[in-house]
Every structure is written in structure tokens, then in C-alpha cells.
């Protein structure tokens, strides 16, 4: 496996598992109600979101080199 490939990998992990700490976070927000289980939970979010397009942009920049 490459580097490239197990960079790609590792950034979707990461963001799977951001989204899940955020939905446990929000579930935990609604059983508690504790503002900051939502902060939190809307933080979570953003990072997910900022890991995406980090991998967006990590993809183009390295569009011409190969997966294995």
C-alpha cells in the first residue's frame, strides 16, 4: 500500500469516525441537556468537514501520482 493510498485511508477513517463522536455527542446533548454536548457535537461537524476538503485538496495536488 502506498502512501498516497494509506494517507487517503487514514483521512476517511478520521472523518467516520469524527461524525460518529459528533452523533454521540448530539444523542448524549439530548439526554443531558448540556450546551456543551452540542458545542461539541457542531465542532465535530466542522472538523469532519475541514478533513473532507483537506483530502479534496490532497487528491488534486497529487492527481498524477500513482496508488501503488
Given at each position: 500500500?502506498?502512501?498516497?493510498?494509506?494517507?487517503?485511508?487514514?483521512?476517511?477513517?478520521s472523518i467516520?469516525l469524527t461524525?460518529g463522536?459528533?452523533?454521540?455527542?448530539?444523542?448524549?446533548?439530548?439526554?443531558?441537556?448540556?450546551?456543551?454536548?452540542m458545542?461539541?457535537?457542531i465542532?465535530?461537524i466542522i472538523?469532519?468537514?475541514?478533513l473532507?476538503?483537506?483530502?479534496?485538496r490532497?487528491?488534486?495536488k497529487?492527481?498524477?501520482v500513482?496508488?501503488l
Amino acid at each position: 500500500m502506498s502512501l498516497k493510498a494509506f494517507h487517503i485511508f487514514f483521512i476517511a477513517v478520521s472523518i467516520i469516525l469524527t461524525l460518529g463522536f459528533a452523533v454521540w455527542l448530539f444523542e448524549s446533548y439530548t439526554r443531558s441537556e448540556n450546551s456543551m454536548m452540542m458545542v461539541g457535537s457542531i465542532l465535530s461537524i466542522i472538523i469532519a468537514v475541514g478533513l473532507g476538503m483537506y483530502g479534496v485538496r490532497f487528491l488534486k495536488k497529487l492527481k498524477n501520482v500513482s496508488y501503488l
